[in-house]
């Protein structure tokens, strides 16, 4: 059943918006007449029930270690009884899209919920909540700064980030009617998607599928190594290449990590009949989230 990704700056209200959901959903599930939504529960998601500290965002590699934990959390509940309300910064649009792509597989509905409360906002509710030793604290300066800084506003316009709900910072609820709509439907009327090219698993009908795969993830990982060599010692920013903008870390990525990656990605896709024209595409936005 549906998973519903929440998004937004730190302490901007995030848990409160997602306990709204999680209520809302319970109270239409007790009151239905319906069997079909009779048997459904709702599984929260968020760092508290993982047991993951404000402090695994400080390093890369920590905070990559817990996106694996939400990501594995999310796909394990994944099922056609279970609402899910993933309740997390999920500020990084690559994680958006392979949690939309994991929902697409199962062909289950998603979207995502931005809470929308401006950054002055959450400064100040940041700063009550490292004040009050009673509460879940909040984040630290210097670490609230930088997840301000690299948070990556949902866009609706993009297949992953859509249909968006924005709770505006002065609304007493998000729009809980419209989304139960969406993710659930009308009572006796199930909502039904088709999974897309990308996730169904079918054996691929052109004999040179994998030969092009592999020379397409390999030109574009011998555009970064070329990239490196010309320029050494130099980490971050943006490679534009055609169809798309690769991503690179602080710090030089080295072969064994890039081959280690086109490996996983041909692995994933040997069996899909991904079309030629979202090779390149595919294989950019996999590599942005492994790099990032």
Known sequence: MPLILISGYPSSGKTYRS???????????????DARINRLTVC????????????????????????ATEYSAVKRALGKDTIII??????????????????????????????GTPIQNCEE???????????????AKDLFDNLVYRYEEPNGMTRWDSPLFTVPYDDEKPPLEDIWEVMIGSEGK???????????????????YLYELDQT??????????????HPGEGGGELTVTQGTIELPANPVSLPQLQRIRRQFISLNRQQNLPKSRFRTSFIEY???NLG
């Open 19 to 33: 306990n709204q959901l999680v209520e809302y959903f319970k109270t239409k599930i007790e009151a239905s007449s």
């Open 44 to 67: 929260h998601i968020n760092d508290q029930s993982l047991g993951l500290s404000r402090d695994v965002y400080r390093e890369a590699r920590t905070e990559k270690d817990a996106r």
């Open 86 to 115: 993933a309740d997390g910064l999920n500020y990084i649009k690559g994680f958006r899209y392979q949690l939309y792509c994991e929902a697409k597989a199962v062909q289950t509905p998603n979207c995502v919920v931005h809470v």
């Open 125 to 139: 509710i940041n700063a009550r909540l490292l004040e009050n030793k009673d509460e879940d604290g909040g984040y």
């Open 190 to 208: 199930a909502k039904i998607v088709k999974p897309n090219q990308a996730t169904v698993m079918k054996p691929a009908t052109e004999s040179d």
């Open 217 to 230: 993830s390999q030109e574009i990982l011998n555009f970064i190594l070329d990239w490196q060599k010309d």
């Open 287 to 289: 590599l942005n989230y």
